[in-house]
């Protein structure tokens, strides 16, 4: 079975400072992997998605990174604001068809 | 504007009473689903449809049942069988099948059992 883990939990960096979000899982025969944003008592939105062929996908100030072989994904947030303030999901695609979520990262921007 | 509506936004239940959350989307997607989130865990699947008049159960069906009679709807019945049904919950559709795809969330809704 897919575990997927995310750490830390919670996360506090200043303003302007540069975020890392990390993303584990244990199973490396993935079809994808999607990281989310959730904002307080508000649904998912999606932020980037990247196939298992894929090694990193990009979308203004946010990059994802992929190592299947190592079961890793990073989200990096440049130059952070006060409006990424959010929890960050990411959710793995087994080649089984299952999605499997990790529990999240809270990240507080300080301004 | 495309995207998915969950409605009621908040819900209260007494005990022994089923209760419908609904689900509607207008993005053409086939597959649909709905998860369950409690704090500090990830989501959790209910059940999912890939396609009309066809549903399966997902890791934490008990206690819940779907419907799927056309593409752009998929109520979720929590019914007096689940036992701790206080949770936000969370219906998605996605742009492929089987997990293949891009996943869109509504905007949840908060049941609480009093």
């Known amino acids: 079975k897919q575990e997927v883990t995310q750490i830390p939990a919670a996360l506090s960096v200043p303003e302007g400072e540069n975020l890392v979000l990390n993303c584990s899982f244990t199973?490396?025969?993935?079809?994808?992997l999607q990281w989310f944003r959730q904002d307080p008592g508000k649904g998912l939105t999606s932020l980037l998605l990247?196939?298992?062929?894929?090694r990193e996908q990009t979308s203004g100030r946010l990059n994802a990174s992929l190592d299947k072989s190592s079961g890793r994904s990073t989200l990096y947030i440049a130059a952070s604001q006060p409006g990424d303030s959010a929890t960050y999901l990411c959710?793995?695609?087994?080649?089984?068809?299952?999605?499997?979520f990790g529990a999240g990262t809270t990240v507080t921007v300080r301004a | 504007d495309g995207g998915i509506t969950q409605s009621p936004k908040y819900l209260f239940r007494k005990e022994g009473q089923n209760v419908t959350l609904s689900c509607e989307q207008n993005?053409?997607?086939?597959?649909m689903y709905w998860y369950r989130q409690d704090p500090g865990q990830g989501l959790r699947l209910i059940y999912y449809?890939?396609?009309?008049?066809?549903?399966q159960k997902g890791d934490i069906a008990e206690g819940y049942s779907v419907s799927r009679e056309k593409k752009e709807s998929f109520p979720l019945t929590v019914t007096s069988a689940q036992k701790n049904p206080t949770a936000f919950y969370l219906c998605?559709?996605?742009?492929?099948?089987?997990?293949?795809?891009?996943?869109?969330f509504g905007e949840g809704s908060r049941l609480t059992v009093l």
């Open positions: 959710a793995v695609g087994s080649n089984d068809y299952k999605l499997s």
């Open positions: 199973d490396s025969a993935i079809y994808n």
């Open positions: 990247i196939q298992s062929s894929q």
């Open positions: 993005l053409n997607h086939d597959a």
């Open positions: 449809s890939q396609i009309v008049n066809d549903f």
């Open positions: 998605a559709s996605e742009t492929g099948t089987a997990n293949t795809g891009e996943l869109f």
